[in-house]
């Protein structure tokens, strides 16, 4: 009896988090940190809980670059295009061969990093945003360097994926992309491929929990939209620091849990 009142609790957990994560990704992103969390809580094996937390946020991706597809930079998107499917589909295949142990046992990192990463794209916003109000000479972009330089995020989004968002938008400022609209919807475009990449090669490979996947993909829905009501009404700051407290939260429960 008590094993199953654990395990309805655990459910109900997990539902939660899917909500929340819609909620938080709207607002600021960051909502992996406690969605995939949550599918490890109800069961599902490292690995498979990855791919159907990429499957069930992916949706709110796609009608993201919908929404900011005006600001796409034309010239850039066969680089970007080309980056986001290598970087992908590589990234995905190499996760669908690593280990359970393994996978989880580098999970409290990966959750680590991304936090820090996510904390650190604040600062660096502002850097771009701050290049972006000075006037700079019209320059050509060197197409094979940003792809070099692209590659390995993409990679990483197909592995993980969390955080990842800033340093696309680093990447592109390094190498001469300095409008901020630009940056941010090419930054949702190659996450949005990269994910759309992992996603076919997940679903392909059978590696997702559907019942679990689904579930998430409306709460997760249903939390994008009531988030989107309110995030230009929150501070962004504090909106934040919550992801990264978050983050690190579940980081430090899985370095205990594991150790």
């Known amino acids: 009896m008590l094993s199953g009142l654990i395990s309805h609790w655990r459910y109900a957990w997990m539902v939660v988090a ?3 994560a819609g909620v938080m990704n ?14 490890l809580g109800v069961g599902v094996l490292p ?5 159907t937390n990429t499957v069930a946020l ?3 991706q796609l009608t993201s670059v919908a929404a900011l597809r005006g600001d796409l930079r034309r010239d850039l998107l066969p680089v970007v295009i080309g980056a986001s499917i290598g970087g992908g589909v590589s990234g995905a295949v190499v996760l669908l061969h690593t280990r359970q142990v393994t996978f989880l046992r580098m999970v409290p990192g990966l959750l680590l990093v991304a936090s820090l990463l996510f904390g650190l794209s604040g600062p660096v916003s502002r850097w771009i945003r701050r290049r972006s ?11 094979v360097p940003v792809f070099l330089a692209l590659l390995p995020v993409c990679f990483y989004i197909g592995y993980f994926g969390a955080g990842a968002g800033f ?15 630009a ?5 949702v475009l190659a996450a949005c491929l990269s994910n759309l990449c992992a996603v076919l090669t997940f679903i ?17 829905g249903f939390g994008g939209y009531v988030g989107a009501q309110y995030a230009r009404r929150m501070n962004a700051g504090a909106l934040r620091a919550i992801v990264v407290v978050t983050g690190c939260s579940m980081a430090a429960y899985f370095f205990w849990r594991n150790g």
Not at 183 to 187: C, V
Not at 207 to 217: D, G, K, N, P
């Open 183 to 187: 940056l941010n919807s090419l930054k």
């Open 58 to 60: 992916w949706p709110g």
């Open 133 to 143: 109000k000075v006037p700079h000479a019209e320059r050509k972009i060197a197409m």
């Open 26 to 39: 709207a607002m600021a992103g960051g909502g992996s940190f406690l969605s995939f969390p949550a599918m």
């Open 47 to 51: 690995i498979q809980a990855n791919a």
């Open 204 to 220: 392909a490979s059978g590696a997702v929990e559907w019942r679990y996947c689904l579930i998430s993909m409306v709460f997760a």
């Open 167 to 181: 340093l696309i938008m680093t990447a592109l400022a390094l190498f001469g992309v300095e409008e901020m609209h």
């Open 18 to 20: 899917s909500l929340i």
